[in-house]
């Protein structure tokens, strides 16, 4: 059971791009799997962090990237926004970072944790973050001054932390077997014992707590942790969960793929989300009522409404809104389609996450004018080819461009990196 999360001590090697299949409502911009995924207050932003060890900032209108978020040297295993719009971030390198919306640097990074970092919440009244690690412990960040507190107990990894609703304890839970509930501001835990490794916890605005466990139950407790009833969500571990704004929905995501929409105040297994496909590590609710969004093993971020089960999204690919409706059938266009969530083929375009590649080939890398690119790449000595460009995914970015942005991915196949560089060179001459 413990193999659950150690998935992470893996080194990911970014998945090969092969053609996508038709599907819907799909964000790709991630080179591995998506570990978490945060909505904006508004519901008009996500973040979201990935094996890859970059973080996407997204438009959910326009379904592109609009910022890639890079400086974690390890998997970014949670996400969150603060009250203000800016982001965190925390990694599997221990680090938590705090982002202002286009820098291109963090404006503060927490340090302090001896472990990967994996879940991160934000109190009520967005004065104070909590993390939980690996290092056996919750810490309390003082978003005014940076300072933390320790709270030191559980005897194993932490997998979960959640405030609240009044702000005056937090909850953890972790791999011993135990829910923790910190009384603040000392911080003194009690300390509930339950039957199964816990990967997860919520707490919903009435105060009831829920946890996902390793035997794939959700466990709801009373604010001060009576267990007061528990839902069988997955065959398999949960290993994320999710609250619906207004806390009555709870989406529970399991390691073997499904994603269970539980109705909490009912205890009920309301419907489980056809096809959600490979393994997935996210889930969040958009503040709509109705729409669930999933990230998982193949990198990409999925959305559902929840009152049906359906996947929904616009009408990508294919549709009037698809950026490549002109070249169906294409097959360098299906494979650009792993980059068009962050790159135009034209500068009359809104700007996305990355530079424009109209006029790419002949370009001298990092020399666009207008975008701000990585100070690593603007001394290095490539120009963009078609066999730069079939080089620069053939090794990944990372290896051919030391320090960029963008986030790690590969196309494996010769035949794929053909199409695309010549795709390329039709779609974005000038
Ligand atoms: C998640 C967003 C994202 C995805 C997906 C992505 N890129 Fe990028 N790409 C970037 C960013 C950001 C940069 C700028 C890097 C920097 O400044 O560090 C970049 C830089 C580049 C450059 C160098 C441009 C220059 O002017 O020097 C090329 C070429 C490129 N990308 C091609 C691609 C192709 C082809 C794909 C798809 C196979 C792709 N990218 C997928 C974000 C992305």
Known sequence: MRLVLHIHAIVFVASLISTPQPAQ??????????????????????????????????????????????????????VAFLKDGRMVTAGADGRIAIWTTGRQQPDQVLEGHRAPVVALALSPDGAMLASASWDHTVRLWSLADGTQRVLEGHSQNVNGVAFAPDGKSVVSVGYDLTLRIWRLPEGVPEVVALPSPQNAVTVVPDGEIVTGAADGKLRILSPDGMESGEVQAAPTPIVALAKSSDGTLIAAAGIGGTVAIVDC?????????????????????????????TGGADGKIRRWNVLTGDPVGSDLPGGPADPLAAYAGDHGAEVFRACVACHTLSDKELPRAGPTLAGVYGRKIASLPGYRFSDALKTMNIIWTPET??????????????????????????????????????????
């Open 265 to 293: 105040k009912a205890r009920a297994l309301m419907r489980v989300l056809a096809g959600s496909g490979p393994p997935v590590w996210a889930v969040a609710f958009v503040p709509d009522g109705q729409t669930l969004l």
């Open 389 to 430: 460009v079939a080089k620069l995914f053939e090794i990944g970015p990372n290896a051919y461009t030391p320090g960029t942005k963008m986030p790690e991915q590969r196309i494996g196949s010769a035949e794929d990196r053909r199409a695309l560089t010549d795709f390329l060179a039709r779609a974005t001459a000038r």
């Open 25 to 78: 409502a799909q964000l790709m911009g991630h080179g591995g799997p998506v570990r978490a995924i945060a909505v904006s207050a508004d519901g008009k932003t996500i973040l979201s962090g990935s094996f890859d060890t970059a973080a996407i900032r997204w438009s959910l209108a326009t379904e592109s990237a609009e910022q890639v978020l890079r400086f974690h040297s390890d998997a970014v295993n949670a």
